[in-house]
Nanobody
């Protein structure tokens, strides 16, 4: 399984970015796909997830309304639309895949077997 992120960059506060994760190497129709982020000096934390079969979605607290996760099952692509960005959103963003399609109450990185290399997002205030 390979996950390749794209769409990161440097933006100003208030701007938007759309990250994309393209998955390959398996049939992803039953996977749960997620986005995590890791700010400098901090742990990698959950951002959002989507089940590729049901379309069920969840977000980390405080991000719903600014961030939107979506999927294209036919292309094995998961996007993360990020609006009204602030400097607090500066981080490396990682795509992750759970082949069991799990849906734990509090998603952690341990639930995801596969990871992309990450894409950097820098927001300047």
């Amino acid at each position: 399984v390979q996950l390749v992120e794209s769409g990161g960059g440097s933006v100003q506060a208030g701007d938007s970015l759309r990250l994309s994760c393209e998955a390959s190497g398996d049939t992803f129709s039953r996977y749960t796909m997620g986005w995590f982020r890791q700010a400098p000096g901090r742990e990698r934390v959950f951002v959002a997830r989507i089940n590729m079969n049901s379309g069920r979605i969840s977000y980390a607290g405080g991000l719903k309304g600014r961030f939107t996760i979506s999927r294209d099952v036919s292309k094995n692509i998961v996007d993360l639309q990020m609006n009204s960005l602030t400097s607090e959103d500066t981080a490396a963003y990682y795509c992750a895949a759970d082949r069991y399609g799990g849906w734990g109450l509090n998603p952690t990185r341990n639930e995801f077997e596969y990871w992309g290399q990450g894409t950097e997002v820098t927001v300047s205030s």
